[in-house]
């Protein structure tokens, strides 16, 4: 192996490693997940299998591929609106294959090898090193988080979960348990066992008497996991819906995960939305019938509740009547926490929106609904509910439902060809579907986001009502 083939060898195997570490980082750090559910297996083997070959069918020529791929894999990363975000993990992962790829190199030329050696093997030996490194720190920082959780006598631990609904309801708990106690809840989304070790570890101030978090689940026993880790004493499930079906499987399967909550050994009260399972426990309450006369406008909601032998009678400025689910289970761990229905009552309607879940913005005289984080039927479509309460053109921006059925994206569909003039249709993911099955007087298909903006300008005006409905990323 000459300088040449030496140098080229580097840089290609850390632009495959940088590939593999971005695609990595979107699923969770999970091989098996980028490899077998990946949203765009093209971008596999146009950016790793194609180059791959190359490298050994083409050695005399490679260099000039290599120059061409450089350029390739630049484009496309500038081109992903979800880009690396370089933690230590990664910077691990970069270090240390620079470490054995330049190793393996060194060898190769010091032996005189012949061709270009060694470009799976470095990526393959980084990996297994890599996961051995983060799994053997991990258990370390789990174990100083759990120390740092159970040793907080008087700290009251509530975690959420569900198939959706999960942070806001998490947000609704935490700004009316605000009333009475000093409380922290996991920023954005949080809700891995490795985000809420880090979360405990990192940010969870000295002061809080009630740390409120999710729990979410890719698989059978995630939910576990968490219920162990953080031992809540007060647990939620929300409403269970085929949110991540393809992991699942079935609907049965994915209740029974988000039943897991209920393990924690120190549990005093759970919440289940009586959808979820009507099996008895001493320590379940169901939720979901409690609340009635609920009106939904673009102002905000009202709403009654049932709370013991009272009536509640709460308005809030957040949108959408399905929150009221949200606020129902929200109200109950309010209560079984020792606040009166007067602070309840002022909490409710206190509320922020959640940011990017149903929040309006008014903004050049136009209203615009921002569910970008939303990814549920029952949400999707009270926001074209919602859509058809203005009197001005309605448009929406959505790449569709993702992780869900094609049937749940034709009933979408169906509501928006009632509501709707303008759909922009987001991403290749149900692009095909909602090109066939769109009536409204425009529909606009959009491969990514790129042009959103400019069309956005172009297509709107004020008095339009504008719904972001999912923000899918690009690589979805």
Known sequence: MDFLAFFTNIVFVMALG??????????????????????????????????????????????????????????????????????????????LLFMVTFFLAMVSM?????????????LLLTYVGSKGAENYMFMAYKKEA???????????????????GKTSMKNFIAQILSQKYKVYATPRSVNTIAGLVRDVNMDLPEDTEVYVCEAGARLRGDIYTIAQFVQPHIAVVGKVGPQHLEYFKSIENIQRTKLEIIQ?????????????????????????????DVEATLEGLSFEMQ??????????????????????????????????????????????????????????????????????????????????????????????????TEALNLELIEAINKVCDIAIITGQLNATLFDKHLTVLEK???????????VLGEKTRAGDIILFANDAPNFI
Request: glycine fraction near 6%.
């Open 110 to 122: 010091i032996k005189e090898l012949e061709g270009y050696s060694f470009v799976f093997l470095p």
């Open 264 to 292: 924690s050994p120190r549990l005093e009260q759970a919440f289940v939305h009586n959808g979820v399972t009507q099996e008895q426990h001493e320590k379940v309450t169901f939720f979901g019938n409690a609340v009635h």
């Open 146 to 164: 759990q120390k740092k959780l159970l040793s907080r006598k008087n700290l009251k631990v509530v975690c959420v979960t569900g198939s959706y």
């Open 307 to 404: 709370l013991h032998d009272e009536t509640l009678v709460l308005e809030s400025k957040i949108l959408g009547a399905f929150n009221t689910i949200n606020l129902e289970a929200s109200v109950l761990v309010a209560d079984a926490l020792g606040l009166s229905a007067q602070e309840i009552s002022k909490g409710v309607a206190g509320l922020e929106s959640v940011e990017h879940r149903l929040q309006r913005i008014d903004a050049g005289g136009k209203i615009i609904l921002d569910d970008g984080y939303n990814g549920n039927i029952d949400g999707m479509l009270e926001g074209v509910r919602l859509l058809s309460l203005h009197s001005g053109r309605k448009v929406i921006v959505t790449p569709g439902l993702v992780e869900s």
């Open 444 to 454: 606009i298909m959009l491969s990514d986001k790129t042009q959103l903006t400019k």
């Open 18 to 95: 940088f590939y593999l570490i971005t695609n990595l980082q979107w699923y969770d750090y999970k091989i098996e997940r980028v490899v077998l559910k990946h949203h765009k297996p093209l971008w596999h083997f146009s950016l790793f299998i194609l180059p791959f070959i190359l490298y050994y069918t083409l050695p005399q020529y490679f260099t000039y591929i290599l120059v061409v791929y450089l350029v390739l894999l630049s484009f496309w990363y500038y081109k992903l609106d979800k880009k690396l975000v370089f933690t230590w993990r990664v910077k691990r992962f970069l270090i």
